[in-house]
């Protein structure tokens, strides 16, 4: 009786021990995917080309625009006598 139990034990712990093997393995595989990842986004960031912003410009003279391009128009009109 003893030595069965004792052989249960040990396969018991040669059961832990394999289990143990294969989650080390995993989480070895996991962090290789992520290291690769991340060099991978690190190169797509440095490839990637300049994010260009529109910036929206506010017309604040109107009058003095409106005022410029009539008298544009009337040089114009005026050159062409």
């Not at 991978?40 to 960031?45: G, L, M, R, V, Y």
């Amino acid at each position: 009786m003893q030595t069965d139990l004792e052989e249960a034990k040990a396969q018991e712990v040669v059961k832990f021990q394999n289990s143990l093997e294969e989650m080390k393995n995993k989480i070895e595989e996991a962090n290789a995917l992520i290291i690769k990842e991340r060099e991978t986004a690190k190169k797509a960031i440095d490839d990637a080309p300049p994010v260009i912003k529109e910036t929206q410009v506010l017309v604040e003279d109107t009058k003095k625009i409106d005022s410029l391009t009539e008298e544009v128009e009337n040089l114009k009109v005026r050159s062409s006598i």
